[in-house]
């Protein structure tokens, strides 16, 4: 099963898939052009743990982090 991680301004919410599931695979891929589209940067883990950035969907990926865009001034 895979995660798909959207942090906010009150915490992140967590959206469960199974990656051999084409409709939940296909809900995935339109969530995560949905949220970069607005400017979410999205995050996989490497294998030592560390995050990367990604832009386009890795359907292989157990875990995705969706960050806001962040605004300074």
């Known amino acids: 099963m895979a995660t798909q991680i959207v942090m906010d301004p009150t915490g992140d919410s967590r959206h469960f898939f199974e990656q051999n599931d084409p409709e939940r695979l296909a809900e995935a891929e339109r969530?995560?052009?949905?949220?970069?589209?607005?400017g979410f940067t999205?995050?996989?883990?490497?294998?030592?743990?560390?995050?990367?950035?990604?832009?386009?969907?890795?359907?292989?990926?157990?875990?995705?982090?969706?960050?806001?865009?962040?605004?300074?001034?």
């Not at 969530?31 to 607005?38: A, E, I, N, P, Q």
């Open 31 to 38: 969530r995560f052009k949905k949220l970069t589209g607005v």
């Open 42 to 73: 999205a995050t996989t883990r490497t294998i030592a743990g560390d995050l990367k950035v990604v832009r386009t969907f890795d359907p292989t990926a157990k875990e995705t982090l969706f960050f806001p865009r962040l605004v300074g001034g």
